[in-house]
């Protein structure tokens, strides 16, 4: 992403990069997650710098707790760029064709009873 100062003042900025999945049946999701953000060096006005940020596959998972796994579901990410969670500035889809497990994990906390789960 290339951020510019627009300013008329030297100023740094922060660029966060927040992933928000597909809507999903089986599991409960927040709206957006932060994945990556990087900091410019000090920008004088109207000077532009390129940050790059790096996503792997396991950041777009979410835990299913029914298969003890973390999962890529089916559908499009969209990708949001912006200074903050409510200040986003662009938008990039990411589409995944097949579910993917990402990790699967041991189940080494069981309970002896059952936990009954809340839900909406």
Known sequence: VTVKNSGSMAGKEVAELYIAAPKSN??????????????????????????????????????DANINAWVADVGTYDIQIGSSSQDIKQHLNLKVASKTVTEKVHDVVKSAEKIKTLTK
């Open 26 to 63: 089986d599991l409960d999701k927040p709206i957006k997650e932060l994945k990556a953000f990087a900091k410019t060096r000090l920008l004088q006005p109207r000077e532009e710098q390129t940050l790059s940020m790096t996503l792997s596959l396991s950041d777009l998972a979410s835990f």
